[in-house]
């Protein structure tokens, strides 16, 4: 705390919200993992858009509300579960936990109130179901992915990942009260981007992977059929994005749209895999690739979604 903020609280004044970096509040923030949550709000947003139906605008930013606290909880719920290899991944060693600001029994009891607190939230505000898929996807996150597959499996990625897919499907949800086809293409437009999206990274992040003994797939199977996967994944998401074009969803602006931004997306995906290397595998120019192919996998989602919207709120 400040010395000013001191002297406000000796004098009674109420303490101002203190969020400069290593304060308490900044890192209650920084369990819910607020970076990753921007395109999780984002995708879940834009399920709850076009979706077909109407729901109340305070209603709908209760729903939007909840799913960022749902993702948030469960980061906070995964930090508690991985305090000891966080503790030893560079990337993660500050965080709260292992650094030792905040008791991981306090975290815990953070995470799952919070959990708790966002599905009774949205089944009051929205329905049942769309509780239901919330708490399915708290579960994915922290039960399969985080303390079954993580440790265990170089898919942890593949399966586990599908945490993340929910948002726009909870987001439909929340509105219609129903699971049909569109939202599912959702779901899988995600399931499949995740692999490359996290792939790339891993390929220049997989030291602390391995230092940890996490079995992330450069750490098992190594970089070059790391790479492989990418463009699997990214060759698999190709059609799959423009989908909802196909099925009727939504106009050829979106069609169009979904499928340059996956022949972009291919085209960093083979940069990757075309990235020289040494004889011992380490590559001659710093992962230059795989880090434009992760940088691009958070545009890609971003623009698509955006106009998956914009499609839906011109032309239907
Ligand atoms: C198992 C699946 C996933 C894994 C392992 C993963 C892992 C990571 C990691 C390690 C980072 C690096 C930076 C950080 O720690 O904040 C990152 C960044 C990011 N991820 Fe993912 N991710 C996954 C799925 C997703 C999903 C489903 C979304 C949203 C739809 C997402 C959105 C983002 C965003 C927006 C960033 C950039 C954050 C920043 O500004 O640094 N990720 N991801
Ligand atoms: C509504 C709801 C619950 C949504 C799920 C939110 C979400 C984006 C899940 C994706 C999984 C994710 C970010 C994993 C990060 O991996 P990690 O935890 O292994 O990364 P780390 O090494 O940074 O801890």
Redesign the pocket.
Known sequence: MSDMAIIDQARGAPAPLDLSPGSEVRDWFTLL?P??L???VY?GVAGLLVAPGHLHPVLAVTAILCIALAAGAAGAINMWYDRDIDAVMR?TANRPIPAGRIEPGSALAYGVALSLFSVVVMGLATNWLAAGVLTGSILFYTVI?TAWLKRRTPQ??VI??A???F?PLIGWVAVTGSITLEPLILFAI?FFW?PP??WS?SLW?HADYARAGVPMLPVVAGPRETRRQIVLYTVLLLPLAPLPWFLGMTSAVYGVTALALGLWFLKHAVAVLRDAQDEKGATLNNDAAARACFKYS?SY?FVLFGVLVLDHLVFS
Do not use: D
């Open positions: 993992k970076r990753v921007s395109l999780v995708s990337r992915y942890n990625i586990g990942g945490a993340g897919a948002p995600i995740t999206h996290f990274l992040a958070i989602l």
